[in-house]
Every structure is written in C-alpha cells, then in structure tokens.
C-alpha cells in the first residue's frame, strides 16, 4: 500500500460473498468515479477479509474494480491449511464489511469506517482548502 502513489488513498476491507459489500460497492466506485472526474488523483487499495481464491475474482470482475488494487489475506495455502495471516484485522478495526478508510498521500488516515457519501463530502472539503 505504501507503494501507491496518490494524493489520497482509499482502504476498503471487503467480503467477497458479503451481501453488504455486493450492494456498497457500486456506490463507493461511484462516488470515485466522481471525484476523478473533478480531477482528484485517488487510487484504492481493497482488501478482501475471506479469501477464495473464484469468490475474489468473481467479485472483482462483477463489481469492475479491476483497476483497484486489490489483495488478500490468505491464511490457508493451495491444500487449505491454516498458515499464519497479518495482523491487520486488529490494527485497522476490521470485524465486519465493508470498512472504509481515508488516507493522504503519506498514508495516515483521515478517515475511518466511513460511508461513500463521506468519502466524497470529505475529500471535495479538503480539495477547497
């Protein structure tokens, strides 16, 4: 994540078989979508909070965020055993989808569990200052 350079960075902690996320994330490309359309460089790191390996390629192709960049925490190798995960489940909060976080370019969060609608009011705020 720190490798995305942009003046803004969204976080989303997402569930691909999430019945929620299937319905929140058209909202939030769309509220990007709007924002990049006004010029405002924000690029997305999601990452998917369960990991099968279709679900996650499935969800990414039906909700067309093949230009975000997404990942996954995989905590079971190809034979599904357990392995160790990261620890970003309680560092960033995360035990429901989806979660968003707003970051500035040198990743420190601005925002955090907002909606779309706060993505947007936010980042069009901090665009006038």
């Known amino acids: 994540m720190q490798d995305l350079d942009a003046k803004y960075t969204l976080l989303v902690f997402f569930g691909p078989t999430c019945g929620h996320c299937k319905k929140e994330m058209p909202k939030i490309k769309n509220s990007l979508d709007s924002l990049r359309d006004k010029g405002v460089d924000i690029k997305v790191f999601a990452v998917a909070t369960e990991f099968d390996k279709q679900e996650w390629k499935k969800f990414i192709k039906e909700q067309n965020t093949g230009d975000w960049l997404n990942v996954a925490d995989i905590n079971h190798d190809d034979e599904g055993n357990p392995v160790a995960s990261s620890d970003w489940r309680d560092k960033y909060d995360i035990y429901s989808t989806p979660v968003v976080y707003l970051l500035d370019e040198k990743k420190k969060i601005i925002a955090k569990r907002i909606t779309h609608q ?12």
């Open 118 to 129: 706060q993505v947007k009011e936010i980042v069009e705020r901090m665009e006038l200052n």
